[in-house]
């Protein structure tokens, strides 16, 4: 196989590689930040004027507004911290992997898979602060530090109460998806032997 090109690795095309892989991780989650803050905007409204049949009637429409109005810069800092902290966890995954003599070290071997544990977890909660940070934002309009630590507060207030729902939908979400799954079988199966 011929290619058209071929790419010199030198520190220029490693920083440009860099600045754009970090460019991608925080276009991906400034995408689904607006998207999260966009559906609580829509549930803030419809919760707060369910008083008619034509509650939260373009809503999507003014959620969207919100957005680009009023709160770019506190969706754009949430999703920079996310990004910041999957770049670290990228690069080093990436050093980890290059570490094979050190891997054969027990104590080395223990130290990387913690630590990327710990990047793991750390990731996690910056996405679980920020998504209930936009919530936060689309109900009170605050900018993104205030509503991250009022959102963390409510959720250690109610830690229990969060714990206990996200249970229930992690349990209906999998009943969900095995209902779909047996669903799709039985429709293929009754598809499969009696349709001629």
Do not use: P
């Not at 506190?74 to 990228?90: E, H, N, T, Y």
């Not at 898979?113 to 977890?121: G, I, V």
């Amino acid at each position: 196989m011929e290619f058209l090109t071929e790419v010199v690795w030198n520190d220029e095309t490693r920083y440009v590689f860099l600045y754009s892989l970090f460019g991608y991780l925080w276009m991906n989650a400034f995408i689904i930040g607006v998207t999260q803050f966009i559906i609580s905007a829509s549930c803030a409204l419809w919760y707060f004027s369910s008083t008619s049949d034509t509650a939260g009637s373009g809503s999507l429409i003014r959620g969207l507004y919100w957005v680009f109005r009023y709160h770019l810069g506190s969706i754009a800092m949430g999703a920079f911290l996310i990004a910041l902290v999957q770049f670290i966890r990228i690069i080093f995954e990436y050093y980890k992997s290059q570490l094979d003599k050190a891997k054969e070290n027990k104590v080395v071997k223990i130290l990387l898979c913690l630590t990327s544990y710990l990047l793991d977890c750390l990731e996690r909660f910056i996405k679980f602060i920020s998504k209930n940070a936009y919530i936060q934002i689309a109900i009170t309009g605050k900018n993104f530090c205030s509503s991250a630590w009022n959102a963390f507060c409510l959720i250690l207030k109610n830690a229990m109460r969060f714990g206990m729902a996200n249970s229930i939908g992690l349990i209906f979400s999998i009943l969900g998806v095995l209902f779909i799954a047996g669903a799709n079988a039985i429709v293929v199966y009754s598809m499969l032997h009696y349709v001629d």
